[in-house]
Structures are given as C-alpha cells and as structure tokens.
C-alpha cells in the first residue's frame, strides 16, 4: 500500500486530502506544520507529499525546496497544493522542485488523474512500473512498436 502525507495548516483541507488519498488506495499521515512534516518525511519515508504553498521552511523559502534537501528527498513525488492558481504561483512551486500541483478545493477526479501522471512519468511507484518499449506482434505478419506500462498494477 502506498503512503502519503499531507501537509497542511488547514484541518479542513487535511480532512479532505486525507478523505480522497484513502478512497485511491493511500496510507495517508498528516502535518500541520512544516517541522512535523519534515520530521514525520523522515521517519515515514512516504511515496506522495501534498504540501500546501503557504508552509515555509523552518529556515525560509518554501518547504518543498527544504524537502528536496533532504536524504532521498529528489526521489519523492512532490504535490504543491495552493489555493491560488495565479502562474506566479505555479512557476514558483515548480521551480521550487514541485512534481505538479492542485489547486483547493480537491478533486477526486482530478487528483486520479496526476497520480496516474505521475505512475507514468516514474515519479510514484517507480520502484514497481517503468515505460518500456516492447514489440507487438499481435498482428499476423505485422511488427509494431509501441510503449506500454508493464508491473504491477495498482
């Protein structure tokens, strides 16, 4: 099973990112604060962090630039989570070391989609599934090449 944090000042927005990272199949601990969260990051190790853009590093700039310090902190998939679309936002999120981002109020259908993205992309689950390119010779006498995504499916 595949764990997450969220990490949120908000209890409402923690309730609610907690409530849809179950019904996709998550293990889900929560932080209000960046120095839990970075204390739980260590002692969990988890496969998704939501972090919302309004917690700060202990010592300033954003916490996902702090966690992408971290041991093994390049490795995680990273979710910014804003209440603020602006491209200012987003840009700095990402440039921060952000894998994607969401935008509150939560969707379910939305959240599905950027975790498959992120499947596909190696970013959550990528010890288990990889994109390789394989041939297809479902056809008689016809060769094909196409990429597929072969592991176990979650």
């Known amino acids: 099973m595949n764990t997450a944090l969220v990490a949120d000042p908000s209890p409402a927005a923690r309730r609610a990112a907690?409530?849809?990272?179950?019904?996709?199949?998550?293990?889900?601990?929560?932080?209000?604060?960046?120095?839990?969260?970075?204390?739980?990051?260590?002692?969990?190790?988890?496969?998704?962090?939501?972090?919302?853009?309004?917690?700060?590093?202990?010592?300033?700039?954003?916490?996902?630039?702090?966690?992408?310090?971290?041991?093994?902190?390049?490795?995680?998939?990273?979710?910014?989570?804003?209440g603020d679309a602006a491209p200012a936002s987003v840009r700095r999120a990402m440039e921060a070391g952000a894998d994607d981002y969401l935008v509150k109020p939560f969707d379910e259908a939305l959240l599905g989609f950027k975790l498959a993205q992120a499947r596909t992309r190696g970013r959550l689950d990528g010890r288990r599934s990889h994109l390789r390119l394989v041939q297809d010779n479902s056809a008689a006498g016809a060769t094909a090449w196409r990429f597929g995504l072969f592991g176990k499916a979650v």
Request: contains cysteine; proline residues 6%; hydrophobic residues 45%.
């Open 18 to 82: 907690s409530h849809l990272l179950e019904r996709l199949g998550f293990r889900v601990a929560c932080a209000s604060g960046s120095e839990e969260a970075l204390a739980l990051i260590a002692g969990t190790m988890p496969d998704l962090l939501l972090v919302d853009g309004r917690l700060e590093a202990p010592n300033g700039g954003l916490l996902a630039e702090a966690i992408r310090r971290l041991p093994g902190g390049p490795g995680f998939c990273l979710f910014h989570v804003t």
